[in-house]
């Protein structure tokens, strides 16, 4: 079939291919339709109906009662201080303990670094439980860690190492480590070795070519993990449970307690809100500042 | 612009080994002040590692490298001053282009004002001018070359070292990219070592050329004699096109290939093998009879092949059953040949100052 003119040239094809297309994107949407069904099941319909119970009160009528109560009585701020303040503290010293072990494992020779990274990941097939409890032995007074101390002179008498917040610390610590550990391994194992060399041959001493071009080259990575550790913080009940000894109130302790003693699901409900939206503005707030691996939040 | 710092470079006995391997067997170099060096060999011959040494990456198991009068084989790189075009670049790409630039100049604790003027007029240099804000991510490869180099010389280094800078490049921009390279050399003035594996690009940049070879120097010299009197048949072969031809000596030491006379005596008569090296675009075509001569040595043969190539043309000439010369002549009507078809017997013409004479190869 001649097609002379340019004009015709230029549309052959082209109602099919923009049919083709739609097509596509039908049957794209059609793949990913089991998967938003599950999400809307477990995800939407659960977090919809926390917000539906805080803003019921006990008569089952529609109420702020729950949120007045939060801003009225000052142990609630107290609880959301604390759970800031361990999460941060824990995001801390995840950061000073895993990016010597990251920067370690990503100077390591891979076949090295394998088995270093095995050590790292070994916890996480262990249940969060049993490393919870194996730090309640290690740490309480006639715990293995006093003994030795005493042993070698550390200290003299026990030091009371649980059931408040250091313990509290060092286990969330331990726990969240490789969360922190993986994506700065990831971001510095991107950082080529003739980055470093370069900067020494610009005449940087070993000291200032980490600083101006190591660290910033693997802040992404340090940024996306210590996200993570912070938010999986927030909401973290197991180990400041067993660890703290009642000692630590977080909001996720706070929430059982109240389901506990009160069985109030309003005020609980009403809690559990108040953490989702904390914690989705801290994500957007992080998000605004960094700019994060491309693995964590898709390209910018 | 800054002749006054070029400093010259003296290697000596410098070794380094991998194990077994010998990378570097005992080299000894000596690059002038504001030279412009290529190190020339195939792969793994050991350039980078020789480049590695002087900028201080690698640690040679023994020798000496100096800059003037000043040792340097136990200096740390950051203290060597010297320029340096990775292979890969090696940009930051949390800096823009003038950061990148700016770096070395910051850390020298230049003013920073003073360190604007320096990169301006690197950026300048290199041809860059006004893409000084731009991300290392939104430059095309040749641009980021230049932005390596700029960044390589703005802090006026005593020597720059260049390791395959233009191997990522392709063939126009390389080519391009050549003469620029040559045209800052001359403007800086700076004593410069060049890595590369093409010998077209080192006959074109290179004041002189080392050809190295399994860790060692097998001739270092100007362009034009590695290119007219290569030592051995390595350098023959690897620098240029040639066809090698088996020499036999008679008892009057005259060598010959068949009936014809090459060379009337043998150059070093402790050597009794030798070979001619013919360069395929000193050959011409002759019309006719001619005969060997005071002035040329004419071989003769059938066509076997004929290729053209725009610029230039080729044929292969079957001189016997076991000898192919190759013969490149120009496609103008002044150098084309009436009766050049396949199968045709011709003559081919060598002018007596181009013959290249080499020992046979594990006679040295
Ligand atoms: N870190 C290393 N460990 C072991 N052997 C090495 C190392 N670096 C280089 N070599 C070996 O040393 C020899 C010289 O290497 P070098 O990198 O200097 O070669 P090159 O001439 O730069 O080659 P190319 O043109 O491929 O870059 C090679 O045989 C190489 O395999
Ligand atoms: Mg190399």
Not at chain 1, 106 to 120: T, Y
Not at chain 1, 166 to 186: D, E, K, N, R, S
Not at chain 2, 94 to 116: D, Q
Request: proline share 4%; charged share 20%.
């Amino acid at each position: 079939m001649p097609v002379s003119p340019d004009i015709e040239k230029s549309s052959l094809h082209s109602q099919e291919l923009q049919s083709q297309k739609k097509r596509e994107e039908w049957m794209l949407l059609g793949l990913s339709l089991p998967a938003i069904f599950v999400i809307a099941l477990v995800v939407i319909l659960p977090v919809g109906w926390l917000f539906y119970l805080s803003f019921v009160d006990s008569q089952g009528s529609f109420s702020f009662e729950h949120y007045q109560k939060m801003v009225e009585y000052k142990s609630y701020a107290r609880v959301f201080i604390a759970t800031f303040k361990v999460s941060a503290l824990t995001t801390l010293i995840c950061v000073a303990l895993g990016y010597p072990i990251a920067y370690f494992l990503a100077a390591l020779p891979s076949r090295w670094s394998g088995i270093f990274m095995l050590a790292v990941l070994l916890p996480f097939w262990t249940s969060l439980l049993v490393r919870t409890y194996a730090w309640l032995v290690l740490l309480q007074r006639k715990g293995l860690l006093n003994d030795l101390a005493i042993q070698i002179g550390l200290w003299d008498s026990p030091v009371k190492l649980v059931h408040n917040m250091t313990g509290t610390l060092i286990g969330m610590a331990h726990i969240m480590l490789p969360f922190l550990v993986l994506p700065l391994y990831g971001a510095m194992k991107k950082i080529e070795p003739d980055m470093m060399q370069a900067a020494s041959n610009l005449g940087a001493s070993p000291v200032r070519a980490f600083c101006s071009i190591y660290l910033p080259l693997s802040v992404s990575g340090l940024a996306a993990g210590s996200l993570i550790v912070f938010v999986l913080c927030l909401g973290f009940y197991v180990t400041p449970a067993v660890l703290g000894g009642g000692r630590v109130v977080m909001v996720a302790t706070q929430i059982t307690a109240i389901l506990e003693h009160q069985f109030d699901w309003g005020a609980a409900s009403a809690l559990g809100v108040v953490l989702l939206l904390a914690t989705v503005l801290v994500l957007y707030l992080a998000g605004r500042f960094f700019k994060f691996d491309t693995a964590l939040f898709g390209k910018r | 612009m800054n002749n006054s710092t070029a400093l010259p470079i003296s290697i000596r006995g410098l070794t380094k080994k991998y194990g077994d391997l010998n990378a570097l067997n005992s080299v000894d170099l000596e690059i002038k002040s504001s030279e412009f060096l290529t190190l020339l060999g195939p792969s793994g011959s050991g350039k980078t590692t020789l480049l590695m040494a002087i900028a201080g990456f690698n640690r040679p198991d023994a020798g000496s490298i100096k800059f003037g009068d000043a040792e340097m084989v136990l200096t740390p790189p950051h203290k060597r001053d010297v320029g340096m075009v990775f292979q890969s670049y090696a940009l930051f790409p949390h800096m823009t282009v003038s950061e990148n630039i700016g770096f070395p100049l910051k850390l020298r604790g230049l003013a920073a004002k003073e360190a604007r003027g320096r990169v301006d007029e690197a950026l300048a240099t290199v041809q860059l001018s006004g893409l000084g804000d731009r991300g290392i991510d939104q430059l095309s490869g040749g641009q980021r070359q230049r932005v390596a180099l700029a960044r390589a010389f703005v802090f006026r280094p005593r020597i720059l070292l260049m390791d395959e800078p233009l191997s990522a490049l392709d063939k126009k921009l390389r080519e391009h990219m050549q003469i620029e390279l040559k045209q800052i050399h001359r403007q800086l003035g700076v004593t410069t070592v060049y890595v590369t594996h093409d010998q077209r690009e080192a006959l074109t940049m290179s004041d002189r050329i080392a050809v190295i070879n399994d860790g060692e120097l097998v001739q270092v010299d100007t362009p034009e004699a590695i290119y007219n009197r290569p030592k051995d048949q390595f350098v023959a072969d690897f620098i240029g096109e040639s066809t090698m031809l088996a020499l036999t000596r008679d008892g009057d030491g005259r060598l010959s290939f068949g009936a014809e006379i090459i060379s009337s005596s043998t150059p070093d008569s402790s050597v009794s093998n030798w070979r001619l090296v013919i360069r395929p675009e000193r050959l011409h075509l002759l019309e006719g009879g001619a005969n060997t001569s005071e002035k040329q040595v004419v071989f003769r043969g059938r066509v076997t092949e004929y290729v053209f190539q725009g610029e230039t043309a080729f044929a292969l000439v079957a001189l016997n059953d076991t000898t192919i010369l190759s013969v490149r002549f120009g496609t103008g009507a002044g150098s084309r040949l009436r009766s050049l078809e396949l199968g045709a017997l011709v003559s081919v013409g060598l002018m007596r100052e181009d013959v290249i004479l080499i020992p046979e190869e594990g006679q040295m």
